[in-house]
């Protein structure tokens, strides 16, 4: 898959992981009813082909607070942080 970040996967015992578990490889079990494809029904593995090899998980934060430029200035230092997504709240009593 040409948008993945690393060619070769491994877990921390240093066991080689395949690009996808297929029929080949998954002979204990249903494929199509317990397993599926990435990305396909029954969703047992995500909704994307390529899943986080591709696109890393979005983390989110939920913040707001105080004045409108304060929660800003919280927003801003969230995504310098490492934060990916926000989840801003609106209706905050005032």
């Known amino acids: 898959m040409a948008d993945e970040r690393r060619a070769r996967f491994e877990t921390s015992s240093g066991i080689e992981l395949p690009n996808d578990f297929n029929p080949s490889n998954t002979?204990?079990?249903?494929?199509?009813t317990d397993l599926g494809d990435?990305?396909?029904?029954?969703y047992t593995r995500g909704a994307r082909r390529n899943?986080?090899?591709?696109?890393?998980w979005t983390m989110r934060q939920y913040a707001g607070?105080?004045?409108?430029e304060e929660s800003n200035e919280r927003y801003k230092y969230l995504l310098s942080q490492g934060t990916t997504g926000l989840s801003v709240a609106f209706d905050l009593p005032t």
């Open 27 to 32: 002979k204990a079990v249903d494929y199509d």
């Open 51 to 56: 899943m986080y090899r591709g696109k890393f």
């Open 38 to 42: 990435p990305g396909h029904y029954p």
């Open 65 to 68: 607070f105080a004045t409108a």
